[in-house]
């Protein structure tokens, strides 16, 4: 009888194929390469081809492949970084490394950017946009974003650390604009055992200066031909991830299923506003890294949930970026950012949990509400 349904369950992750990770580890130590080299090498041309770009450069993590990415692309003091609010605070750290100034636009009804509300936060001064591709969905209208970009001259960059695997009319995320930003944290859809990250891009002069700086601005031969910085993914990470690569699709598989399931059990509630099902014919492809509901009476029920052996999670501690403010962003108004955090709450969601787990889910969610 299930009495507790964690988060997310690190240790099943590992119990699930432990003999197989082992092994894993065992090559990598007898190898004596541990930093770059074949097996990140192997890791890096499968994934590009995976998402259909030409060139993948592992990275130590996805903060490391926005920063990077916005680097090479020469996006700077001065500049302004149109992106969103609701993310994990990594994205709008890297615009502000780099020297830029994010600029927000509000979200749509499936919590990504609001893409029409683009054109009208350009100035002479933005340089690029960040759409952030949340909770392994693509947002909607990328095209007439890639549109918009490319009439104003303006550098499109996707951070896609939520979304490996997601597609938009048939085209993986990461892959619309000049390089797609990816993380291998653990509990993402495909996750290393530890930091690490990739960046895509299918432009030969920028995948070329990436491998550069990320190895402390040093080229193939070893000289150090400009200012880089340390961002290395490791040789455990990148077999790890090539074999879990190869899994990926039956793990995204699964899902859907259990994204289904939540729809199934829940969408009768009119307290709650769901994620689109999973749809086998429909301009979006999603992943579901997270399954993330709006709720009436959230906190009431994650207390609920929390009493009956239930863990839930509020997104990014119940804020956007813009809400907390020792960043200085409290100026800002997004209403439809704002009203969601008040009731936004993610359900647990991985490959592992069990139909009892999810059923068990659903039951005590039903009985708040009922």
Not at 203 to 218: F, V
Not at 282 to 298: F, G, K, L, M
Request: one cysteine or more; proline letters at 4%; aromatic letters at 10%.
């Amino acid at each position: 009888m299930v009495k507790e349904v964690k988060f997310f369950d690190y240790p099943i992750q590992f119990k699930e194929l432990s003999h197989a990770y082992l092994r894993i580890l065992e090559n990598v130590l007898e190898s004596g390469c541990y930093i770059l080299g074949p097996a990140v090498e192997e890791f890096e041309n499968k994934f590009a081809e995976y998402v259909g770009a030409k060139y993948a450069i592992g990275v130590g993590n996805g903060t490391d492949a926005i920063l990077l990415a916005l680097y090479s692309a020469g996006v700077g003091r001065g500049d302004e970084v149109v992106t969103v609010s609701h993310t994990f605070v990594a994205t709008v750290e890297a615009i502000k490394f780099v020297g830029a100034k994010p600029v927000f636009v509000d979200i749509a009804e499936d919590h990504n950017m609001d893409v029409e509300q683009v054109k009208h936060a350009l100035t002479k001064r933005t340089k690029a946009v960040i759409p952030v591709q949340l909770n392994g969905r693509v947002c909607s209208g990328m095209e007439y974003l890639r549109d918009i970009t490319e009439k104003y001259g303006i550098i499109l960059i996707e951070d896609a650390a939520q979304a490996i695997g997601a597609k938009y009319k048939g085209k993986f995320a990461g892959t619309f604009g000049l390089a797609g930003c990816f993380s291998f944290y653990p509990a993402k859809v495909l996750g290393a055992f530890g930091d690490a990250g990739a960046i895509v891009t299918d432009d030969e002069r920028i995948a070329k200066k990436l491998r550069k700086i990320r190895n402390h601005g040093r080229n193939s031969n070893g000289n150090v031909v400009a200012l880089g910085m340390n961002s290395r993914l490791d040789s455990l990470h990148a077999a790890v991830l090539t074999y879990k690569l190869s899994m990926l699709d039956n793990s995204i598989k699964r899902r859907r299923e259990i994204a289904r399931m939540y729809h199934e059990g829940l969408s009768d509630l009119p307290c709650l506003k769901l994620p689109p099902p999973p749809v086998d014919k429909s301009d979006h492809y999603d992943v579901y890294q997270n399954y993330e509901i709006e709720a009436e009476s959230r906190d009431s029920l994650k207390k609920y949930c929390d009493k009956r052996g239930v863990e839930t999670a509020l997104p990014w501690g119940g804020k956007g970026v813009h809400q907390f403010r020792s960043l200085g962003f409290y100026k800002v108004k997004l209403p439809r950012t704002e009203n969601f955090f008040k009731e936004a709450l993610m359900l647990p969601i991985y490959p592992q949990l069990t139909n009892e787990q999810v059923e068990y889910v659903i039951e005590t969610i039903r009985e708040f509400y009922l």
